[in-house]
């Protein structure tokens, strides 16, 4: 009992499968299950409407994610343009992926998969590695002229390389340890309060577990703004590099 | 989501900020400590790299908070030249 009061204890993963392979070890945890039940929610709630046939007269469900694409297409048109749109599927993808894998972590008992900065680096990493793919493919050698900001003056190019430099690289840090945190803080908080409430007596403990629902109410919007926020930013970054400034 | 107003929006912008100037130093200071640690140079590289990257910091941090600016005054613009 005195590990589980620990406020991180919940993100410990122990392997409930164990398979190495040479020296990999893939051993299947509660962190790899939420990420199947992710991928496998965002594909059942689109095959359910899909399967169905679209309806003129949408119901509820249809109409939700049609809302929902619609307003990531807007998202991809205003950031990256008309071009945009081939990148539509992946950013799309990406926002109901993400959204699924903070909304199921917050089902009690579950975990979520975007509390592990491995996660979240991974797709960090790879969106940061497809723009520069996009931008080398798109302009080649001229694209390096993204690191030189429009109106500089020669004088100050060997100062603003660098600056632009640290600034590229500083995009996938921020992108991946701020959907982790943000994750990770609201969990903790929800566990702290919990442990709280339960340690107190009872004539003052109803006080944190009551928090415990509003914050919970609060992670429900921090979930979709997160997800929201990732993908935003995903957008941009891919715009940037269309675009060159 | 279409609906989110504006303390969602001010929440996500200031977290979106934070990190990136948290981000911005630290891989400045980083980038110095390794160029120290293969010219064996130390502390100039990274003092010269917190430098950089807080430089690079507050650049990011000041043309994201211009363009929703621009963003802003374009939204208001469109609203006040669509009332009759």
Redesign the interface.
């Known amino acids: 009992m005195a590990e589980k009061e620990s406020p991180l204890h919940h993100f410990e993963l122990h392997p409930i499968v164990d398979i190495h392979l040479g020296g990999l070890d893939l051993s299947i945890n509660k962190a790899v299950i939420a990420m199947w039940i992710g991928m496998a929610v965002v594909y059942g709630l689109f095959m359910l409407v899909g399967k169905k046939g679209t309806s003129m007269i949408p119901g509820k469900l249809q109409s939700m994610l049609e809302?929902?694409l619609e307003?990531i297409k807007g998202m991809v048109k205003e950031f990256i343009g008309d071009e945009g749109m081939k990148y539509f599927n992946f950013v799309g993808t990406l926002f109901f992926f993400i959204l699924c894998c903070n909304l199921i972590g917050l089902i009690p008992g579950s975990y979520t998969i975007t509390s592990q900065l491995v996660v979240t680096g991974t797709f960090a990493v790879i969106i940061f590695v497809m723009t520069l793919i996009i931008g080398i493919s798109k302009h080649g050698g001229h694209f390096f002229s993204i690191l030189v900001p429009p109106g500089v003056p020669k004088i100050m190019i060997p100062v603003m390389v660098?600056?632009?430099i640290?600034?590229m690289?500083?995009?996938p840090?921020?992108l991946s340890?701020?959907l982790f945190?943000?994750m990770t803080a609201g969990h903790t908080v929800l566990a702290v309060l919990f442990g709280l409430g339960l340690s107190a007596p009872m004539w003052i403990g109803w006080l944190p577990l009551g928090f415990t629902v509003i914050i919970n109410g609060l992670e429900i919007?921090i979930a979709?703004?997160?997800a929201?926020?990732f993908t935003t930013?995903t957008c941009v970054y891919i715009g940037d590099v269309i675009k060159l400034h | 989501m279409g609906q989110d107003n504006g303390f969602h929006q001010g929440m996500g912008f200031a977290a979106r900020l934070g990190t990136e100037m948290v981000a911005a130093t630290l891989i400045g200071a980083g980038m110095g400590y390794a160029l120290d640690w293969l010219f064996g140079t130390r502390p100039w590289f990274l003092a010269l790299g917190v430098i950089f990257g807080g430089a690079a910091g507050c650049l990011g941090v000041y043309r994201t908070a211009m363009q929703t600016i621009n963003e802003n005054n374009e939204n208001d613009n469109n609203e006040t030249d669509s009332n009759p």
């Open positions: 809302m929902s307003f660098p600056i632009e640290i600034s690289l500083a995009r840090i921020s340890v701020r945190a943000n919007a979709v703004i997160q929201y926020i930013l």
